[in-house]
């Protein structure tokens, strides 16, 4: 990340919910009065929003905060309890220039302080842009969201194993449905995939060996595709539009396999390592360039750290294409983002950015770093992108997370 931007202080004092002054504070008072001091490029700053999420909180609190010179306060209501997550958006002309994020205990008739650093999320190439969720298990919270989907409009589908949940927003980000799956028996529903000529969400269970197919429409469960014999645990999944084909994982067996989109079988070939070895855990898989006869694919293996390229050509076989590595540690998610291939490196909890060109790839930068404000990732699981706009699965943040690619 550039940081080309000045880093901010900013003070948050937990104080009435009825009053700006400290001294109107009375012992049955809970809430949070925000102060930030110190505000670089004042000048340009004309936003700062504050966000409070809990898992005991059913709806997002949201917060204007006023700005009066190089600092800016604002009363925010918010109900009294614990482990309250504060973050702090800072932006000019809609556009997020610093971010923030940390936890207090909001207590009856007590001020709480909590001290945090902002920083710039400016950079060349993503934008910071939003986020969807938070930790907690109302309908628009997430407990653990691995991995998401796209379609052509822009509505995003996300599955939550440890939830045993399908979620579905609009493409403006409001929530479509919640589908739940507790009356199934350890139903963990890891990856999914939208199908364009079905307008349907294929989602793999790799615990249960099982894929459903949903109406994208409702969450209505459709139907469950028979596997392959010997097929082992179904991991990513993509789609193959000219063949109206979907590409699997089997993790189990090292094998990538290719399904009509009613689910028959229709091939499979070994993914290895160019010599002949089975990758130890491949987990993610990305499209990157298709025809009518031949795909180009990357599949990341968790374990050892690299991203492997392979060519398929329908009945044909394939051709390992080389491998991408180079500080990867355990990249999980993978997708094409125009001239962009994203990784997403869980351990790191990172971006790691590649230029991509006519089946050319370099490394080309290195986006986030661990923590919970915008712009930062907990083991993040997986991406996708759509006309102009990626979309990241943060995992450990119990989020979705969204950026604009900068022009």
């Known amino acids: ?7 901010i202080a900013i003070a948050l004092l937990g104080l009435a919910l009825t009053a700006c002054d400290p001294a109107g504070l009375t012992t049955d008072d809970s809430g949070l ?18 966000r409070i999420t809990a898992g005991d909180i059913a709806e997002e609190i949201w917060a204007e905060l006023e700005i009066d010179g190089n600092s800016a306060s604002g009363v925010v209501d918010c109900p009294a309890g614990y482990n309250r997550l504060v973050e702090v958006d800072v932006a000019e002309a809609g556009v997020i220039l ?14 709480t302080t909590l001290s945090l650093t902002a920083h710039s999320v400016d950079d060349l190439t993503l934008r910071v842009a939003g986020r969807l969720g938070a930790f907690g298990d109302y309908d628009w919270q997430h407990l653990l969201p691995t991995d998401l989907s796209l379609s052509d409009t822009g509505e995003v589908f ?37 199908l364009p000529d079905r307008d349907a969400l294929l989602v793999a269970d790799p615990i249960n060996d099982r894929l459903d197919l949903f109406d994208a429409a409702d969450g209505v469960h459709l139907e469950s595709w028979p596997q392959p014999d010997d097929f082992g645990e179904p991991g990513d999944l993509a789609y193959w539009p000219q063949q109206d084909a979907v590409l699997i994982i089997d993790a189990t067996n090292s094998e990538l396999v290719l399904l009509s989109s009613d689910g028959a079988f229709l091939y499979s070939f070994p993914l290895n390592d160019g010599g002949g070895a089975p990758l130890d855990n491949p ?4 499209v990157l360039e298709t025809d009518s006869d031949s795909v180009f694919i990357a599949v990341s293996d968790a374990l050892n750290g690299e991203v492997y390229l392979y060519d398929y050509f329908y009945g044909g076989g394939f051709e390992p294409s080389g491998t991408i590595g180079g500080g990867l540690q355990q990249p999980l998610g993978l997708c094409r983002a125009d001239d962009l291939l994203v990784v997403t490196d869980a351990t790191q909890s990172q971006l790691v950015l590649y230029d991509y060109l006519d089946y050319s790839v370099d490394h080309l930068a290195d986006y986030g770093e661990q923590g919970e404000r915008l712009g930062a990732f907990t083991l993040p699981a997986a991406a996708a992108y759509h006309e102009g706009r990626l979309w990241v699965a943060d995992g450990g943040n119990h989020r979705l997370q969204y950026f604009d690619l900068v022009p």
């Open 33 to 50: 009065v925000l102060d930030l001091s110190g505000l670089a490029d004042a000048q340009a700053v004309d936003s700062v929003r504050v």
């Open 283 to 286: 987990v993610g898989l990305a």
């Open 1 to 7: 990340m550039n940081g080309k931007r000045a880093i």
């Open 158 to 194: 996300t599955v939550d194993p440890e939830a045993g949940e399908l979620i579905a927003y609009h493409a403006d980000g409001a929530l479509d449905y919640s589908v739940g799956f507790t009356d199934q028996s350890d139903y963990t529903p890891a990856t999914v995939l939208w």
């Open 98 to 111: 610093y971010t923030a994020a940390g936890r207090a205990d909001v207590e009856e008739g007590q001020v």
